[in-house]
């Protein structure tokens, strides 16, 4: 008896695993976000986005990524794995949008993190050296 319940938990843990892991494990820990490949302006430094991070502050998926559709984000989750080109923020954001990829990168990390320090909340970085890192 008392190996049949283990093996039952064995099982139930393995399986939450295997559902959990594909989600918060859809992108690296660290990603790299560099503009200059869709803007021919010479900017600032590359940023280095600690996705995983976010993910562990408890962080909706879809506080970031987004897909709007008559003002609400219809974004489906499941689309959210590693190397899917369609969920990449140059896929909508193109120098030719009238919210381009800097802005659009500015607007949702910035924002977000001078939120969360008017809430008096931990937060992120709010100023031009503390992403873009001068090597």
Same mark, same amino acid.
């Given at each position: 008896?008392?190996?049949?319940?283990?093996?039952?938990?064995?099982?139930?843990?393995?399986?939450?695993?295997?559902?959990?892991?594909?989600?918060?494990?859809?992108?690296?820990?660290?990603? =790299?976000?560099? *503009?200059?490949?869709? @803007?021919? $302006?010479?900017?600032?430094?590359?940023?280095?986005?600690? #996705?995983? !991070?976010? +993910?562990?502050?408890?962080?909706?998926?879809?506080?970031?990524?987004?897909?709007?559709?008559?003002?609400?984000?219809?974004?489906?989750?499941?689309?959210?794995?590693?190397?899917?080109?369609? =969920?990449?923020? *140059?896929?909508?954001? @193109?120098? $030719?949008?009238?919210?381009?990829?800097?802005?659009?990168? #500015?607007? !949702?990390? +910035?924002?977000?993190?001078?939120?969360?320090?008017?809430?008096?909340?931990?937060?992120?970085?709010?100023?031009?050296?503390?992403?873009?890192?001068?090597?």
């Amino acid at each position: 008896m008392k190996c049949k319940c283990i093996r039952v938990l064995m099982i139930t843990l393995a399986t939450m695993i295997a559902l959990t892991g594909s989600v918060l494990m859809a992108q690296q820990d660290k990603m =790299i976000l560099d *503009s200059s490949k869709v @803007s021919k $302006k010479k900017g600032r430094s590359v940023v280095t986005f600690p #996705h995983y !991070q976010h +993910i562990e502050a408890g962080l909706d998926c879809k506080a970031c990524h987004h897909v709007y559709q008559n003002g609400k984000n219809v974004l489906d989750e499941s689309q959210l794995e590693e190397g899917n080109p369609d =969920i990449r923020c *140059s896929k909508c954001h @193109s120098a $030719k949008l009238r919210l381009n990829l800097q802005q659009a990168f #500015h607007d !949702q990390c +910035i924002g977000c993190h001078v939120r969360y320090q008017k809430e008096k909340k931990k937060t992120g970085p709010r100023y031009c050296g503390e992403c873009h890192i001068r090597k």
